[in-house]
Every structure is written in C-alpha cells, then in structure tokens.
C-alpha cells in the first residue's frame, strides 16, 4: 500500500506538458516571421521516400531565399545541381550532365508547400490547419497538418514543425499517397541582405540548354 502511494504521488509530481496555443494563433505567427523575412539563407537535409519502391535518397545543401520571387537551392552531396529562381525564371542546373532546363517561375514550378518560405498566400484561406501527431522536429516544436482546401494532384498533405521560440519553420514533409519528400533546416538567418547576384543564372558554355515548357509531362 505504501509502495502504490509513492507512485501515486510520483506520478502527481510530473508537471502537467504546457498547454498548445491555438493553430491559428500558430499560423499567424509563422505567417508573420516570413513576411518580415526580406531574405534568408541557411541549410537543408532532404529525404525522398518511395514507399511503392522501397527507395530512399538523402542530399544536402545550402538554401537562399529573397524577395519577390528569388530562390537558390545548391545541392552539394550525394551530387552537385541547383534550383534557381531569379524571381521570373526558374532554372535547374546539373553540371555533371552539363545541362540546365529553363522554365517559366510559378507556384506550380517551385517545390510544393514551401512557397511558404517567400512569404506567399495566406495559408489559412489555403489550407485547413490542425495538430498532428506526426514525429517531426524537436520536443518543443509545434508540429501541424496543412490538408489544401482545394485538391491538387501534386500532394495529398503538408507536415510542418514549427520552432515556439520564433516560429520559424525547422521540418517540412510533403506527404503524397505513395512517397513522402522531407525537409530539414538549419542554421537559418534572415536579413542578412542577400545581393541579387547570387539569383542571376548564365548557363556555362559548355551547357546544353533545354526548354522545359517543350517537355512531354
């Protein structure tokens, strides 16, 4: 009886996890740190998983971001390519092929569910938001579930961790039926003045451009 007692009070003494603040409350400060973000730069770890095929492929990178419109995503392991966006075009350089594929800038053509980071749209009007139980980030992230209110072939659903401290965005996971496309950021700064020059893209000499729009789908 003493020893049921003791536990008893054991277990009374853990203190209560903090309660959650409200998903909208949530969105709206993570809306609010890439509003005010006129450019950031940082890290990325990728993991691609195909479940229908059992693969998985992990790359890394380095990752800049400014306003309006200007990305850069260099992949540095396991092979060099870049993602470039100059705020109009959109260009996927691979130097170890020597080729670059050209395409007009939209929504469609950056990476779904992180346009967030250009502080586009408002994802409340966008998606329906809730918690998820989905183990991504750190102990005190927020994690999230953004299903699209209007369906779109190229995701079923967004995963997000969302940091508490400043509300910063540390995992993304783009969830679609068969695969599963998981990103990691770190050593994230914003406002650190990023020039232009480094979203300008001139195809080497020796590239073989391709217009992606000519592609068959």
């Known amino acids: 009886m003493r020893y049921l007692l003791i536990v008893s009070m054991l277990l009374f003494a853990v203190p209560a996890r903090a309660a959650r603040p409200p998903v909208k409350e949530v969105v709206a400060k993570m809306q609010a740190f890439y509003n005010a973000a006129r450019d950031l730069?940082?890290?990325?770890?990728?993991?691609?998983?195909?479940?229908?095929y059992n693969r998985k492929r992990t790359?890394?990178?380095?990752?800049?971001?400014?306003?309006?419109?200007?990305?850069?995503?260099?992949?540095?392991?396991?092979?060099?390519?870049?993602?470039?966006?100059?705020?109009?075009?959109?260009?996927?350089?691979?130097?170890?092929?020597?080729?670059?594929?050209?395409?007009?800038?939209?929504?469609?053509?950056?990476?779904?569910?992180?346009?967030?980071?250009?502080?586009?749209?408002?994802?409340?009007k966008e998606f329906n938001v809730a918690y998820s139980d989905e183990q991504l980030g750190g102990p005190d992230d927020l994690v999230l579930k953004l299903t699209p209110k209007k369906p779109t072939a190229q995701y079923e659903h967004l995963i997000i961790a969302v940091k508490s401290d400043d509300h910063s965005v540390g995992e993304s996971m783009v969830v679609k039926k068969n695969n599963t496309n998981h990103f990691v950021f770190t050593d994230l700064q914003v406002n650190t003045k990023l020039s232009n020059g480094r979203f300008r893209f001139t195809p080497p000499a020796d590239t073989r451009v391709i217009d992606g729009t000519k592609l068959k789908p």
């Open 41 to 52: 730069k940082g890290k990325f770890k990728q993991v691609y998983t195909d479940s229908l």
């Open 59 to 124: 790359s890394y990178g380095y990752l800049y971001v400014k306003k309006p419109g200007m990305m850069r995503w260099n992949y540095v392991k396991p092979e060099r390519k870049s993602f470039i966006a100059d705020g109009k075009v959109l260009w996927v350089w691979e130097p170890e092929d020597k080729q670059a594929f050209r395409n007009p800038l939209s929504t469609d053509t950056l990476s779904s569910g992180l346009t967030f980071l250009l502080g586009k749209g408002d994802l409340s």
